[in-house]
């Protein structure tokens, strides 16, 4: 299958700080990036629809100016946490959408651990 | 919007068994039916995906089945072995480009 890599695999930063993740495509290009946040033992939630050219388009209760979603190529696509808190402690994964001739499939990346202290 | 359910949330099952896990969704526009299986700590990774021009998808020991008039898919777990012990996750998506919906996982477990 595909292949997404996201950068870091994990970060620990103080509060009040921003932290940027990367999502890229490494062999496809994807107009569609996702972002997704995980909790342990919980399933993913989507947090936002990165479109390439385009403005993200955000899940609701997920706040925008809080999470800066920027996807300025076929291939990357990055993830700003600003002003982060421990709350925003998390997993927070990527996933890149193939389009092909039979549909489209979506995979996912590594994941970023981030902590908040 | 669409919605997902899967059963059942932790599964056991002995080495050499089969494990079946199983979702409902309800949106009838729904025509891609993903199953990802994650690892502790790692990414979802996709195992097999049905789209609804078909009823039933296998490869070598993991199948999935669809019955569109019920809203229902299952994966199928054939000759299990512990390597196959993680959280599995369906999913189900409109066309067009619409996002994926997940179920809540399900924790398989196989015991040698």
């Known amino acids: 299958g595909a292949v997404v890599s996201q950068h870091p695999s994990w970060v620990i930063c103080k509060s009040g700080t921003s932290v940027k993740i990367e999502c890229r495509s490494l062999d496809f290009q994807a107009t569609t990036m996702f972002w997704y946040r995980q909790f342990p033992k919980q399933s993913l939630m989507l947090m936002a629809t990165s479109n390439e050219g385009s403005k993200a388009t955000y899940e609701q209760g997920v706040e925008k100016d809080k999470f800066l979603i920027n996807h300025a190529s076929l291939t990357l696509s990055t993830l700003t946490v600003t002003s982060a808190h421990p709350e925003d402690s998390s997993f927070y994964i990527c996933?890149?959408?193939?389009?092909?001739?039979?549909?489209?499939?979506?995979?996912f990346g590594p994941g970023t651990r981030l902590t908040v202290l | 919007g669409e919605n997902v359910e899967q059963h059942p949330s932790t599964l056991s099952v002995q080495e050499g068994d089969s494990a079946v896990i199983k979702c409902t969704y309800s949106d009838s526009a729904s025509n891609y039916f993903p199953w990802y299986k994650q690892e502790l700590g790692k990414r979802p990774q996709l195992i097999i995906d049905i789209r609804s021009n078909v009823g039933e998808k296998k490869d070598q020991r993991i199948a999935v089945t669809l019955n569109k008039t019920a809203k229902h898919f299952s994966l199928h777990i054939t000759e299990t072995q512990p390597e196959d012990s993680a959280v599995y996750f369906c999913a189900a998506k409109k066309g067009g480009g619409n996002k994926l919906t997940f179920g809540t996982g399900t924790q398989l477990k196989v015991e040698l």
């Open positions: 996933s890149a959408r193939e389009s092909s001739g039979s549909g489209d499939t979506q995979y």
